[in-house]
């Protein structure tokens, strides 16, 4: 089955600090798409960061980082600096079927900034 | 910047009562996508839409659902006659092309009573 897990129900971090989200899927597939959506309270959500998998580069976005081990089938989210503004849910979400592919989404780690 | 539109925000019915949830795609984008997240839950995809016809469905999609582009410009779902456990956050995404980002509206909340 193609999955997506997220480990951490919820973390907290202090302001400034780094904190890493972590991330495994499943798939069998040899070409797919990883996202980090956020979801703040308002309960928008707002894709944070992709990673194509063919790509051995890690993507960066601004504070916002992953680090993407295929053979280990992880896909972590790094948040560097953190601000209170992060706090909110994030999903980890992949993409396995290819240019129709619907979103499959993990559960969820609740994230808390703290001043 | 352009962004996914839905409407209405909250929305309370009766059990058995049919609901249209409406959304309004980025204007240019071709692939459109309904999913789901029940309170406390995971987001579960429901349904995609492409060049006029359904692409893919979830097992959740059974025939209680529709979906319609009626015009250029808006995508609904509809429920037939809705039950309790129907109760959820329903996000509208769409997509420029595949397979990159898909954007997603704020969400309708609907409350079956």
């Known amino acids: 089955a193609q999955t997506v897990t997220q480990s951490q129900p919820e973390m907290s971090v202090q302001e400034a600090e780094t904190v890493t989200l972590s991330c495994t899927y499943d798939?069998?597939?040899?070409?797919?798409?990883l996202f980090w959506y956020k979801q703040p309270p308002s309960r928008q959500m707002i894709l944070v960061i992709r990673q194509e998998a063919y790509k051995q580069q890690n993507a960066t976005e601004n504070r916002f980082s992953v680090n993407f081990q295929k053979a280990a089938k992880s896909f972590s989210l790094k948040i560097s600096d953190s601000q209170l503004g992060d706090t909110a849910m994030y999903f980890c979400?992949?993409?396995?079927?290819?240019?129709?592919?619907?979103?499959?989404f993990g559960k969820g780690t609740k994230l808390s900034v703290k001043p | 910047e352009p962004e996914v539109t839905q409407t209405p925000s909250h929305q309370v019915t009766q059990m058995g009562q049919e609901v249209i949830l409406r959304c309004v795609p980025i204007?240019?984008?071709?692939?459109f996508y309904w999913y789901r997240q029940i309170l406390g839950q995971k987001v579960e995809f429901l349904v995609s839409?492409?060049?006029?016809?359904?692409?893919?469905k979830s097992e959740i999609f059974d025939d209680q659902f529709s979906v319609e582009r009626p015009d250029g410009s808006n995508f609904t779902l509809k429920i037939r006659s809705t039950k309790l456990e129907d109760s959820a956050m329903y996000f509208c995404?769409?997509?420029?092309?595949?397979?990159?980002?898909?954007?997603f509206g704020p969400g309708t909340r609907l409350t079956v009573t």
């Open positions: 204007s240019n984008h071709l692939y």
């Open positions: 839409f492409y060049n006029n016809e359904i692409s893919e």
């Open positions: 979400a992949a993409n396995y079927g290819g240019s129709q592919g619907n979103l499959i």
């Open positions: 995404a769409s997509m420029l092309e595949g397979p990159y980002e898909q954007y």
């Open positions: 798939t069998s597939e040899s070409n797919y798409y």
